[in-house]
């Protein structure tokens, strides 16, 4: 399950009009969001164990439209697993 700080971020981010709300298009662009990121999250869990290392985050990324470095995406990796090996879903949408 997503933390309320995670679902406050993403609000933020769709909210296009800053009116603090998200309406349905905005909710909308929202969901397509989060449900590309799941898609690309599952499928770069090789190993099936629910969460995800540096690497198959890069590939997770790049499978989803995103054009970034191996070194950028470790240093957003270190930022979000606090000294673990991997991260979950929700962490990953922190990124």
């Known amino acids: 399950p997503l933390t309320m700080a995670i679902a406050i971020k993403l609000v933020k981010v769709f909210d296009k009009d800053r ?17 590309l990121m799941q ?26 439209g995103f054009t970034i470095g191996f070194g950028p995406t470790q240093l957003f990796f270190n930022k979000v697993s606090c000294g673990s090996r991997a991260i979950n879903f ?6």
């Open 39 to 64: 898609k690309s999250f599952t499928q770069a869990d090789r190993d099936r164990n629910g969460s995800l290392d540096a690497h198959e985050i890069h590939a997770a990324l790049q499978s989803s």
């Open 90 to 95: 929700p962490q990953f949408l922190q990124m």
């Open 19 to 35: 009116s603090g709300t998200i309406d349905f298009i905005e909710y909308a662009s929202m969901h397509q969001f989060i449900t």
